[in-house]
Nanobody, 121 residues
Framework: QVQLVESGGGLVQPGGSLRLSCAAS????????MGWYRQAPGKERELVAAMASGGNTIYADSVKGRVTISRDNAKNAVYLQMNSLKSEDTAVYYCNARGVTTIYRINADYWGQGTQVTVSA
């Protein structure tokens, strides 16, 4: 069984920074794409950023220039550095691992439990 454990959320003032971390554990042979999604109250879950194993990245337009995603493939970990945070960034942030291959499954998707990010003065 694969587990994704997130950390790094919290309360930050507008203009501040946070770094989210997510580590996948289990008998993992490889992960195709790791990324971050967020869901604000009353809204649908949306992609924030994602990175393929080869390094290609995609960012939501709303966070471009303020957010950087990075990965450590050896650790099956993904990070999200968020700068110049705005109140509209307030949401629960979820780590996602897509195309995960383990000794039990091929090309499976997994989600973390979510970490709250609140941007408020």
């Amino acid at each position: 069984q694969v587990q994704l454990v997130e950390s790094g959320g919290g309360l930050v003032q507008p203009g501040g920074s946070l770094r989210l971390s997510c580590a996948a554990s289990g008998s993992i042979f490889g992960i195709n794409t790791m990324g971050w999604y967020r869901q604000a109250p009353g809204k649908e879950r949306e992609l924030v950023a994602a990175m393929a194993s080869g390094g290609n990245t995609i960012y939501a337009d709303s966070v471009k220039g303020r957010v950087t995603i990075s990965r450590d493939n050896a650790k099956n970990a993904v990070y999200l550095q968020m700068n110049s945070l705005k109140s509209e960034d307030t949401a629960v942030y979820y780590c996602n691992a897509r195309g995960v291959t383990t000794i039990y499954r091929i090309n499976a998707d997994y989600w973390g439990q979510g970490t709250q990010v609140t941007v408020s003065a």
